[in-house]
């Protein structure tokens, strides 16, 4: 066990349909980073937070979009859904910038 | 931007034998971070093993150890006695010291046969 948590853990929804997923990194980490991964394909990086700032941007499409929370967890909602975004979503976090990430569960997303 | 190749889609590997995964990278940072993480069949990432750039001494994980070789921007993960719990896929990744994104290889994928 990482510590790190993501909610939900599956997620099926519709396209068009508009979802939230939810990570919250280990304790004490100031950090945050999304991901996607599709099927068989390496991680993409998203996005980086660090304490409430969004740090850096990765391949992440105009209808993602992230934040990071004053208590540290952070939320990556996905709108306008493809059938394309079906994928699973891992967020990472560390405690500093020059340290290792440590990766959540991932959220699996199915856009039907 | 870095950039970091897999030439080994997939490996496989006797159980009990020795295999070594490889990855290169590109970079024109002087230091910087290496990684090499798991993801077992669960799909869970498992950071494996780290090297930092300015150290020349290669790190070691009980059975897994890198070959760091940073002229040749190589780094390179040996799994010695491989058991079956290692058969998973395994990432190289990059990222630069004070940096805000790590940058990921396509993976290899190690077959551990009994």
């Known amino acids: 066990d990482s510590g790190v948590t993501q909610t939900p853990k599956h997620l099926i929804t519709a396209t068009g349909q508009r979802v939230t997923l939810r990570c919250s990194p280990r304790?004490?980490?100031?950090?945050v980073y999304w991901y996607q991964q599709s099927l068989d394909q390496g991680l993409q990086f998203l996005i980086h937070y660090y304490n409430g700032e969004e740090r850096a941007k990765g391949n992440i499409l105009e209808r993602f979009s992230a934040q990071q929370f004053p208590d540290l967890h952070s939320e990556l909602n996905l709108s306008s859904l493809e059938l394309g975004d079906s994928a699973l979503y891992f967020c990472?976090?560390?405690?500093?910038?020059?340290?290792?990430?440590?990766f959540g569960p991932g959220t699996r997303l199915t856009v039907t | 931007a870095q950039t970091v190749t897999q030439s080994q889609p997939e490996m496989s590997v006797q159980e009990a034998e020795t295999v070594t995964l490889s990855c290169t990278y590109d970079?024109?940072?002087?230091?910087?971070?290496l990684f090499w993480y798991k993801q077992p069949p669960s799909r869970q990432m498992i950071l494996v093993i780290r090297q930092e750039a300015y150290k020349q001494q290669n790190a070691t994980e009980n059975r897994f150890s890198v070959n760091f070789q940073k002229a040749a921007k190589s780094f390179s993960l040996k799994i010695s006695d491989s058991q079956l719990g290692d058969a998973a896929m395994y990432f190289c990744a990059y990222r630069s010291k004070g940096g805000n994104q790590f940058y990921f290889g396509t993976g290899t994928s190690l077959t551990v046969i009994p």
């Open positions: 304790s004490g980490d100031l950090s």
């Open positions: 990472a976090s560390s405690s500093r910038p020059n340290s290792e990430q440590y």
């Open positions: 970079t024109s940072e002087s230091d910087y971070y």
